[in-house]
């Protein structure tokens, strides 16, 4: 009856219907300014590869990703991969986002902390992301509290991931607004734009940290109510 009933899935609830809404303002947001055209006329590679070269980035690498927003740099390989419409198009919405993904280049370039912490968060955060439940639930349900307790530091860990992105992101999107407008590449009402855009996909980052939040807060409750 325990897993069939468990009412602290209400603490995770809003999390999650903010999660969603806010994964369908950034996919509205964007579409939205991917039909306004910059006055610049320049496509989000051509601002890419300036604005790397500007940064002393010139080894760095522009490729074409597959797939709807999934921009992103890699550090590993030192290659910023923006998708299809943001590589091609001259939109706000593409100048915004590839200026962005720059800024994580440049981030790198320049040592930025919280960049680096993330970085060497990564390996725990991703296999604790995987391992936490199942640990925490085979504990639970085998009565374990050893397992239990680790499934929720593996928690934890991802959760500090996530934490350490949101600084990481903000300072992206304002090194991208900064480059674009002292580049020229946009005007101050296009920079508004540009900026709804970033905002909208910050929201994202800003979601998963309440989810994972709730998320940590019912373990801990599940854990303590079985303790009992």
Excluded: C
Excluded at 11 to 39: G, M, N
Excluded at 150 to 167: E, K, R, S, Y
């Amino acid at each position: 009856m325990f897993f069939y009933y468990d009412p602290t899935y209400i603490l995770v609830l809003p999390a999650l219907i903010f999660a969603v809404w806010a994964q369908t303002k950034v996919s509205s947001t964007f579409r939205k300014y991917l039909r306004v055209f910059a006055s610049s006329n320049y496509t989000g590679a051509q601002v890419a590869r300036y604005l790397l070269d500007a940064n002393g980035l010139h080894e760095v690498r522009i490729e074409m990703a597959r797939g709807t927003l999934t921009d992103h740099y890699d550090p590993r390989t030192r290659v910023l991969r923006l998708s299809k419409q943001v590589y091609e198009s001259s939109s706000v919405a593409a100048l915004g986002v590839a200026a962005h993904e720059t800024g994580h280049a440049v981030q790198h370039a320049q040592n930025y902390i919280p960049l680096g912490i993330r970085n060497n968060l990564w390996p725990v955060a991703n296999f604790g992301s995987q391992a936490a439940f199942p640990l925490f639930f085979i504990g639970l349900f085998f009565g374990i509290p050893t397992l239990t307790t680790v499934g929720i530091w593996f928690f934890i860990a991802a959760l500090a991931f996530q934490v350490v992105t949101l600084p990481v992101e903000f300072n992206a999107s304002r090194r991208a607004l900064s480059m674009l407008t002292e580049g020229g590449f946009i005007t101050q009402s296009e920079r508004s734009k540009a900026k709804e855009v970033l905002s909208a996909a910050a929201l994202t980052y800003v979601a998963a940290v309440a989810v994972s939040a709730m998320q940590l807060l019912r373990l801990v409750l599940l854990r303590n109510a079985r303790e009992r």
